[in-house]
Every structure is written in structure tokens, then in C-alpha cells.
């Protein structure tokens, strides 16, 4: 029986370093705090939001044969996250980023994708062995590996999301075949469509040609603290985010596509889809780090009501 939300996609350890300000111009700065390390990446954040919104999660990814593959799995593990297709690599490190934090914010970041860059269309094969009932997947994918995704989910019938995070000027979406939902944050909207999304009007055309680009049943424009716009090729809909104070995005987009994927599967409606979504990332926003910012079903559905 279908019923795990499959997520394919990086799974990384974060170092985080607390400094005064981001160096530039051959400069060293010195961190007076501890640094930390906490698991990260895009696919890891996105399968613990499924998991936390209490659907079945099972994350597609690859890490290194060392120590900081394996304590990122166990934080997956912890987080109920269905790690039987974790790939340990025999070759390349676990991914890894180097975070600079200052009094403000990000200051800046250096990051090595590892493992994490080596999912093949064979790993995403043997993926489908867990019997997904929705798959979702980001543009930093290998490009074979994203069409045989695609193409897999069409022949088993299921809903392909793509995150457009990695998005690139001239990326090929024509080739991705499907019943496929694109969720992307304004940066991205811009870059796939050229167009710049601060009207209504521009919401609309960029959806338009979202949907000229590939075959899509939905296009969810991520629009920061103005919501999300949706529409699916003759209705479109603004839909408000709750507007909670933002103080630390790191996982806020991925938090976004998990919620999206657990509360669709549950109505197969977008903009229930979408509202739950906006709750999720909201929260999400508000409060500081990775996982740890990350909300239970519980949390979203009372900022709901």
C-alpha cells in the first residue's frame, strides 16, 4: 500500500560559527563563542517537516562513510525520517556547510555538496521500492537523475513536486513529463521566467510561463511575507501568510514543500495544501536553527485556528 511522502535530495552536516562580521579581502575574524555542528541540507529538512506534520516520511539521499554521515542519519532516525535508502558512500564525504552568523543574521557561507551530489537515476529507482504515494525533489538534482524521477512518477501515476531551489538561467524543464506541482520563492520565479514577481499581474504571467515551460497541473509561488499564489492554468488565488516575525530562514522554503506534500496527500486540494504550508514556514521563520525550528502538525494547525 502507498503511503510514505518520498523526498530525494541532499542530506549534509552544518557548521555553525558565530562571528562579529563576515570576512572579506583575505581578512580573518575570530569567533568568541563554541561552534556547533547540526544536520542540514535541503532533502533532510524537507523529510523531517513531512515526518513532524505526522505523515510517513522516507528520504533518498547519500552521505559519506564517516563519522558525519552517520550522526546525520541518527538525527533522521530520531525524527521518525525512513532512512532505509540512505546511501553510505564508500568514495565521497558526507556534504558539508560552513555557516557565518553574525549578530544579524547570515553572514555568509561556503558549502561542499559531497555524497550528496552523486544520487544517481539508479538510487532513485531503488527509491521506488517504498512504495511512495508523492514525490518531491529540488532543480539540484542530477538533470538524468530529475527526468527518470519524473518519468517514474508518471508511469506509477503520482504526484511529482519539484522544488525549484537551484534553479538556473536556461534550465531545461520541457523534458519533465507527469502530473507535476512546481513550488518556487521569488529568487527562483525570477530566474526560471525572467519575469520579477512584485504585482499581481507578474504573478500571473509568471505562472503562465511556468506552465508554457512544462507540463504542470499547479504552479505555488512561494512569495515570501506576502503568501503564496497559486493556480492551475484557469484559476489563480493569494493566499496570506500568517506573518509571524522572521528571525532565521535556514529551513524555512524546505519546511514549505514537506508541509505542502504532507497536507496534500491528505486532501489532494492546493490550497489547503498551500494555507498549511504557509503556516508551517511561518513558524518555521520564527524561531532560530535548522531542525529545531522545524513545527509539529499540533504547532501549524493552532496558528490555523
Not at 579581502?25 to 513532524?52: E, I, L, M, Q
Not at 544579524?104 to 551530489?117: C, D, E, R, T, V
Not at 508541509?259 to 498551500?274: G, L, N, P, Q, W
Not at 498549511?276 to 493552532?302: D, M, Q, W
Amino acid at each position: 500500500m502507498r503511503n510514505t511522502v518520498l523526498t530525494i535530495g541532499p542530506a549534509t552536516m552544518d557548521v555553525l560559527l558565530n562571528v562579529p562580521y563576515a570576512p572579506n579581502g583575505g581578512r580573518t575574524v575570530f569567533s568568541k563563542d563554541r561552534y556547533s555542528f547540526t544536520p542540514g541540507g535541503n532533502g533532510a529538512y524537507t523529510a523531517v517537516a513531512v515526518s513532524r506534520s505526522d505523515s510517513s516520511s522516507t528520504l533518498l539521499t547519500r552521505v559519506g562513510e564517516d563519522e558525519q554521515g552517520s550522526r546525520v542519519v541518527r538525527h533522521l532516525i530520531d525524527d521518525n525520517v525512513n532512512t532505509n535508502y540512505i546511501i553510505k558512500d564508500p568514495v565521497n564525504q558526507t556534504g558539508l556547510s560552513v555557516y557565518l552568523i553574525e549578530e544579524y543574521g547570515l553572514g555568509g557561507s561556503a558549502n561542499f555538496k559531497g555524497a550528496s551530489a552523486k544520487i544517481s537515476s539508479a538510487n532513485v529507482e531503488k527509491a521506488f521500492d517504498c512504495m511512495p504515494l508523492i514525490v518531491n525533489t529540488n532543480l539540484e538534482l542530477d538533470g538524468e537523475a530529475l527526468r527518470c524521477t519524473a518519468a517514474l512518477c508518471e508511469d506509477s501515476g503520482l504526484p511529482f513536486i519539484l522544488d525549484a531551489t537551484g534553479a538556473y538561467e536556461n534550465t531545461r524543464l520541457s523534458s519533465l513529463v507527469g502530473d507535476n506541482v512546481i513550488i518556487a520563492g521569488e529568487k527562483e520565479i525570477e530566474v526560471l521566467t525572467g519575469i520579477r514577481p512584485d504585482s499581481t499581474e507578474n504573478y500571473l504571467r509568471a505562472c503562465i510561463n511556468l506552465f508554457d515551460k512544462m507540463p504542470l497541473r499547479f504552479a505555488v509561488l512561494k512569495l515570501g511575507r506576502r503568501g503564496a499564489y497559486i493556480y492551475d492554468g484557469k484559476y489563480c488565488e493569494l493566499l496570506m501568510s500568517p506573518g509571524l516575525q522572521s528571525v532565521d530562514t535556514t529551513a524555512e522554503h524546505q519546511c514549505f514543500v514537506g508541509a505542502f506534500c504532507s497536507e496534500f496527500i491528505r486532501t489532494y486540494e492546493v490550497d489547503k495544501a498551500t494555507k498549511y504550508a504557509l503556516a508551517a514556514s511561518s513558524i518555521c521563520a520564527s524561531k532560530v536553527g535548522g531542525f529545531a525550528s522545524i513545527p509539529t502538525r499540533t504547532e501549524i494547525e493552532n496558528i490555523l485556528n
